[in-house]
């Protein structure tokens, strides 16, 4: 049968946020993605390689179709075409699901990169923190270039998108961190078991609005003091930098 | 006058690795990235916008060029035409002009992804490691999106191409750091301000025959300890988180 020329079309339109939006569907590409994948979420659709389904006998889908090297060259968004490509279910997550008061949660405020959001999620599993809440304008979890950054940690950290500086506004009773040239020096704090911790956009870090609700600057110190350095760390860097000291207390 | 169509197409040779070790030059894109260029490395060949050189009325480089819109977009690597692009001279560093018994190196252990490397670059800039020791293996730091990834720091940061295994040999004198799965807990390590720190391949971590020459064992616990996480951390998040656990003590 194969992988026909209209579903070849179908996974290509994923690339594009508004057909991601209207079918609530999102692409995985690459054994290792889709594999782990395949544990938490509903898979709509999969086409392999034979070899790959030969090793994968127990995988559950909507649909299977075995598919050969050139038509998934022809569906694939990487360089190297993968022997798994798959449309799995978006989790409908949404604000009042979160419980915002168990936990560190990340708040993402602006980033644009896919890249770095994936990354990101990625960061935010391997340490534990479960929340992620997105203002509208930071990039979009179901991009694929995203999806395959967070090597399968979108199926265990709940990502939402809301208005942020009001989610914020909300939050009163928790702590919430950000960083800023003027913060504290990170490795010198005490730092909680529960609290939000904002992250800004790569070229204008944490938005004005933002910055009003944060009650706890804090700072990444360049080394040694005072040396001329990048004038700034990525924000996947930073971010994998804050969640450690986070964690380095309790583990 | 303009960039001419060889100019052009000169610019977009530097993409080949083999063209751009016989030109001994890289390309840089960009306001940010040319300007902090600029302050450090000789350039060869300019081309801007004429808002861009009016601005920047004192930059040195063999060769200006006013050029437009449309023949940066032609010219550029990026998604984004940027106001300006350059080609700059490779600095010559070689093994022997490290000094490895000064502070903290990293040694890149065939690092596969150009973002990756650079990045790393970046990453060691900021907590003023000064010398990174790349395997042969590991991605070209000239490759225009390597150097695009580090910001700059590739002007201050001395990377050199080596047989890493042979080079770890002759560092007996020193300790050297690796992370894995059997690792001791990073966060509780006391760790000098001497020394190698190797960070392994994407797909493979570090290989077999570098294995051999770590000396001191690491891991990053993950949070909480003992759950299913991502099998790992992207490379380049782990150098952040290590290189922060060194720097911690000392800022």
Same sequence: chains 1, 2.
Wanted: aromatic share 8%; with cysteine; glycine share 6%.
């Amino acid at each position: 049968m194969g992988l026909s020329r209209n579903k070849i079309k179908l996974i290509r339109s994923f690339k594009g946020k508004k057909f991601r939006d209207e079918h609530q569907l999102f692409v995985a590409e690459g054994d290792k993605l889709v594999s782990e994948l395949l544990k938490n979420s509903r898979c709509y659709f999969l086409a392999a390689l034979p070899e790959w389904l030969d090793t994968h006998p127990d995988i559950s889908a909507d649909e299977i179709i075995i598919a050969s090297e050139v038509e998934l060259k022809r569906a694939t968004f990487l360089k190297t075409p993968p022997p798994v490509i798959a449309l799995f279910h978006q989790p409908n997550h949404d604000a009042k699901q979160l419980d915002i008061n168990r936990g560190i949660s990340l708040a993402l405020d602006g980033v644009q990169d896919p890249g770095n959001v994936g990354t990101i999620v990625r960061i935010a599993d391997w340490f534990g923190i479960e929340q992620i809440i997105c203002s509208s304008d930071t990039a979009d979890i179901y991009n694929p270039k995203t999806v395959q950054a967070t090597m399968g940690a979108i199926a265990r950290v709940k990502v939402i998108y809301t208005d942020m500086a009001r989610f914020l506004r909300e939050q009163e009773q928790l702590p919430i961190y950000g960083t800023f040239l003027d913060g504290h020096n990170i490795y010198e704090e005490v730092l909680p078991d529960t609290g939000i911790v904002v992250l800004g956009s790569e070229g204008k870090g944490i938005s004005r609005e933002v910055e009003k609700r944060v009650t706890r600057r804090l700072y990444i110190p360049s080394f040694p003091p005072g040396r001329a350095t990048s004038e700034s760390l990525n924000v996947a860097t930073a971010a994998a930098i804050i969640c450690s000291e986070f964690r380095r207390e309790q583990v």
